[in-house]
């Protein structure tokens, strides 16, 4: 009798002990708020990733590499030193206007290379502006030019 008593006991506590609860998990309330009349720095600058429409050149991009390759004229130390095929890369900001602005020669190969292109670079006709939510903003724009 004894041992039957200490069995129900034992059955009793050791289910009594079981946590069947499961942890509650709370998700986080997230509320969207949209702020209304923000307004963005006027002169902030997008990259091509964040516009809705990109920059364009008159008459489009193999007008410009053709304008690129009438206007820039090969250093004479490059072609000395048999440097052609070697890229210059620049980046221009085209403003709300189409115009181009702070050119910058990010690398280039020598030789005269990196200022040439930036003479030719100043020679650049208005751009189509970028587009963000339909008003034209200031964008980056790179450009990476081989000498041949």
């Given at each position: 009798?004894?041992?039957?008593?200490?069995?129900?006991?034992?059955?009793?506590?050791?289910?009594?002990?079981?946590?069947?609860?499961k942890?509650?998990?709370?998700?986080?309330?997230?509320k969207?708020?949209?702020?209304?009349?923000?307004?963005?720095?006027?002169?902030?600058?997008?990259?091509?990733?964040?516009?809705?429409?990109l920059p364009?050149?008159?008459?489009?991009?193999e007008?410009?590499?053709a304008?690129?390759k009438?206007?820039?004229?090969?250093?004479e130390e490059?072609?000395?030193?048999?440097?052609?095929?070697?890229?210059?890369?620049?980046?221009?900001?085209i403003?709300?206007d189409?115009t181009?602005?702070?050119?910058?020669?990010?690398?280039?190969?020598?030789y005269?290379?990196?200022?040439?292109?930036?003479?030719?670079l100043?020679?650049?006709?208005?751009?189509?502006?970028?587009?963000?939510?339909?008003?034209?903003?200031?964008?980056?724009?790179?450009?990476?030019?081989?000498?041949?």
């Amino acid at each position: 009798m004894r041992k039957m008593l200490f069995t129900v006991v034992g059955f009793v506590l050791l289910f009594s002990c079981q946590n069947n609860s499961k942890p509650v998990l709370k998700k986080p309330v997230l509320k969207v708020v949209k702020l209304e009349n923000s307004k963005s720095d006027d002169n902030e600058v997008y990259n091509l990733a964040s516009v809705d429409t990109l920059p364009k050149y008159p008459g489009g991009i193999e007008k410009f590499h053709a304008f690129l390759k009438k206007n820039y004229v090969i250093p004479e130390e490059v072609i000395k030193n048999e440097a052609l095929g070697h890229p210059v890369f620049a980046t221009i900001k085209i403003e709300k206007d189409g115009t181009v602005s702070e050119i910058e020669i990010i690398r280039d190969f020598g030789y005269g290379s990196g200022p040439e292109l930036k003479r030719v670079l100043k020679l650049s006709s208005n751009w189509v502006p970028a587009i963000k939510d339909g008003k034209p903003v200031r964008c980056l724009y790179s450009i990476p030019y081989y000498v041949y």
